[in-house]
Structures are given as structure tokens and as C-alpha cells.
């Protein structure tokens, strides 16, 4: 526990650093015929990358080939909540001889079926620890409350959190520097650029300044105006 009380210490006399982002980013396996549907390169700060797939169940149009996406999800809850009790009972001077947990879910797929919208897809959520310690009801169910309230899974699964979806439709670089000429108005190849290096639809009028990918940067550059 020493790490962690030395990194608590310092947090709370600098509150800025208890801010994080966290970021993954994954890819539906489109070029796969059989096996896991879907792949992600995960970092750790010792093991290196790991890499993680899933898979849907037969029933859902997978192939049964990888933990469910929503295995893994009910595993990271497992793993954040007894880390975050066990954590919070080691700084209680409890130890602990055994450590379980268990989740036990009904769902209901009539939403998920595309048959009728709006039902919930999850009726009854279980969490059941398993300890074995020498400490009493008490102190024990002290180390829950502190987890109940302090663990991030928990903190998700019981808090509305509404995500900020974008699609972004990417352009294959071979035909990313075609795209910057075309116009969003009129949708013709009729973007031409300046001479100040922003870009007119000959056609329409539309004046714009179109970027494409990081990657693609070098098409951005000014061409001869148009006569």
C-alpha cells in the first residue's frame, strides 16, 4: 500500500492530477471470414500490448468464437470492484483470505432483436462477495460502503452517462485529394483553390477551407486559380 498512500498524498495536495482521460480504439475485423469480430491493441505499463477480441454469440450473428462483449464488461466490473475492496480493506488493516465475486445478470434481447424498442435490456443485476477474514460484519460492510462509492466501474454502471457520439466518415487516401475539390454544396468536383489558399465552388459560389486527415496533409497546399 505504500505506492498507493505516497500517490494519495500528492493528489490531494495537487487536485488537478485526479484528472485523466482514458482513450481505446478498436476495429471491426471486416476482412475476416470466420473468428473474433472484433479487435483491440490495449497498453499496459509493464506487460506491453495486449491484444483483445470478441466476438458476438451465434444467436446474435456471431460466430461464438471470442468472450461476448458483455462478459467483458461484466469482468471489468468483477475487476475494478474486488480491486477497489481489497484495496480499501488492506488501508483498514484487514486481510483477507479469500477474495470472490460473482455477477449475475438477466437481460432481455427484445430491443437488441430490432423487435420492439424501448425495453429494458436488463431486468436484475447481482453482485455477491465471497470473504473469508477475521474482521467482523461491521468493518466489512465499512470496506463495501467505501468501494460502493469510490470504485469507477461502480460509479458507471449506477450513473446516467449520456456518451457524445461522432461518426466520421473517412476517405481512402487514394482518393482523399479528389474529395477536397469536391464541393459540400452542390456535390460536384467543382472546388477550386485561391490565391489566399482558401477554396470557391465554381459553380455555386461556396467558399470554404477544406483539410483533409493528418496523413493527407500535403494536398491542402495552394493551387493555381482558377480561370
Known sequence: MDGFKKVQNEYKKDRSKCKKTLEVKGRWRLNVEYGPQFEIKLETERAGQITVLTDETIILGGGGTAVHPVHYCMVGFCGCFSAAFAKWAAMADIELRKL????????????????????????????????????????????????????????????????????????????????????????????????????????????????????????????????
Open 100 to 227: 470472490d465475486i460473482r455477477i449475475i445478470a438477466d437481460i432481455d434481447l427484445t430491443t437488441g432483436f430490432g423487435i420492439e424498442d424501448g425495453i429494458d435490456a436488463v431486468n436484475d443485476y447481482k453482485l455477491e462477495i465471497f470473504v473469508e477474514s477475521d474482521a467482523n460484519m461491521e468493518e466489512l460492510n465499512k470496506v463495501l460502503e467505501h468501494t460502493k462509492r469510490r470504485c469507477f466501474c461502480m460509479y458507471c454502471i449506477t450513473t446516467p452517462i449520456m456518451p457524445k457520439i461522432e461518426m466520421i466518415v473517412e476517405t481512402p487516401e487514394e482518393k482523399a485529394e479528389e474529395a477536397v475539390f469536391i464541393c459540400p454544396n452542390c456535390f460536384n468536383k467543382t472546388m477550386v483553390f485561391l490565391d489566399d489558399n482558401t477554396q470557391k465552388c465554381k459553380n455555386c459560389g461556396t467558399t470554404g477551407y477544406f483539410t483533409l486527415q493528418p496523413q493527407a496533409k500535403n494536398v491542402s497546399q495552394k493551387k493555381k486559380k482558377f480561370k
